[in-house]
């Protein structure tokens, strides 16, 4: 989904998005093989990955509020977004930018967390007597700045 809001947002031509999905393809089949190998070290690289989405959005957001981006606190928040995080009809790209941190570092959590257990190991995120999913929750993700540590 975060890939769908920015291109809705740049509303690029057709060479940059065949060469996206290009490269989604290259991606993909790499990942999976290497998933086949090794899931740990997958988990660990997409945890590593999110780790860094989530200093490149803080700083995005900073640099928002800093005034340093005026063209993007003008823009508002595109449809496809604001369906998809049930944001207000008035939202803007930093609501959207603050959502999409919070995913990525759920996203961080969740994949650090499965790098650490074994590939036996019960779900860490399924309460395991009653069937039911437990994600982080939204008190786990109040510390999502990690560009300040």
């Known amino acids: 989904m975060h890939l769908l809001t920015f291109l809705e947002l740049r509303k690029p031509g057709w060479i940059f998005r065949e060469f996206i999905l290009w490269s ?3 991606f993909f089949n790499t990942f999976f093989v290497t998933y086949l190998i090794s899931p740990k070290i997958c988990h660990r690289f997409v945890g590593f990955l999110e780790e860094e989405a989530v200093i490149t959005y803080t700083r995005c957001i900073r640099d928002l509020d800093a005034g340093k981006l005026p063209k993007w606190s003008q823009t ?31 996203h961080r959590q969740v ?34 700045d990690t560009y300040s540590k």
């Open 76 to 106: 508002p928040a595109p449809n496809i977004a604001k369906a998809y995080w049930k944001l207000s009809d008035d939202a803007m790209l930093r609501d959207v930018l603050l959502a999409i941190r919070a995913d990525e570092a759920i």
């Open 24 to 26: 989604q393809g290259v």
């Open 111 to 144: 994949n650090h967390k499965l790098a650490d257990v074994g590939p036996n190991a019960p779900n860490p995120f399924l309460d395991q007597e009653k069937g039911e999913r437990h994600p982080p929750n939204e008190n786990k993700q109040r510390e999502i």
